[in-house]
T-cell receptor, first 116, second 114 residues
Framework: EAGVVQSPRYKIIEKKQPVAFWCNPISGHNTLYWYLQNLGQGPELLIRYENEEAVDDSQLPKDRFSAERLKGVDSTLKIQPAELGDSAVYLC??????????????FGPGTRLTVL | AQSVAQPEDQVNVAEGNPLTVKCTYSVSGNPYLFWYVQYPNRGLQFLLKYITGDNLVKGSYGFEAEFNKSQTSFHLKKPSALVSDSALYFCAVRGNQAGTALIFGKGTTLSVSS
């Protein structure tokens, strides 16, 4: 079974440029998460989707960040314009969304963003 | 509010010795607890979880964790460390509603020397 796929793995951009990250979750996983991981820290949630609906975006900086999951499968996270402080690893995770087994989240390899 | 504390930034162990990586948590209600491992330039890899039942949970690669409700702890353990276990370990907690976000600790770097 394929895991969570993310691309690109690495991205280097100049500040004020736009950037987009793509995520394809594990097949059949209804819940998709985007996390931000700063250096030396644990991941923090940016946004959570149940199918195509964003059910928790309270931590998403909406002035510059946007996300979509149009068909309830893959998702795109965008930053426009990027700032120096956005340099971090952006992790995508997915889960079945069922309470029964603890709803384990499985993570992709992440996209490491460097803003110059 | 939910929170997780990993009191040690780094744990150093000699190969073959037992290892413990500590985690304490704070959550209202019954906790769902998780351990993940992260190797350099890789995403987080699920190791094990506690949902309910037996306080000793066994996971991947010989790791286990002990849930202690009175001490609100969920320490990760392994009887005999390998050099290949060297990585960054994260403890995480969430409430018992499916789909809610994980709250992560800041991570503990495990270094196993040969």
């Amino acid at each position: 079974e394929a895991g969570v796929v993310q691309s690109p793995r690495y991205k280097i951009i100049e500040k004020k440029q736009p950037v987009a990250f793509w995520c394809n979750p594990i097949s059949g996983h209804n819940t998709l998460y985007w996390y931000l991981q700063n250096l030396g820290q644990g991941p923090e949630l940016l946004i959570r989707y149940e199918n195509e609906e964003a059910v928790d975006d309270s931590q998403l900086p909406k002035d510059r960040f946007s996300a979509e999951r149009l068909k309830g499968v893959d998702s795109t996270l965008k930053i426009q314009p990027a700032e120096l402080g956005d340099s971090a690893v952006y992790l995508c995770a997915s889960s079945l969304g069922l309470a029964g087994d603890g709803d384990t989240q499985y993570f992709g390899p992440g996209t490491r963003l460097t803003v110059l | 509010a939910q929170s997780v504390a990993q009191p040690e930034d780094q744990v150093n162990v000699a190969e073959g010795n037992p290892l413990t990586v500590k985690c304490t948590y704070s959550v209202s209600g019954n906790p769902y607890l998780f351990w993940y491992v992260q190797y350099p330039n890789r995403g987080l890899q699920f190791l094990l979880k506690y949902i309910t039942g037996d306080n000793l949970v066994k996971g991947s690669y010989g790791f286990e964790a002990e849930f202690n409700k009175s001490q609100t702890s969920f320490h990760l353990k392994k009887p005999s460390a390998l050099v290949s276990d060297s990585a960054l370990y994260f403890c995480a907690v969430r409430g018992n509603q499916a789909g809610t976000a994980l709250i992560f600790g800041k991570g503990t770097t495990l270094s196993v020397s040969s």
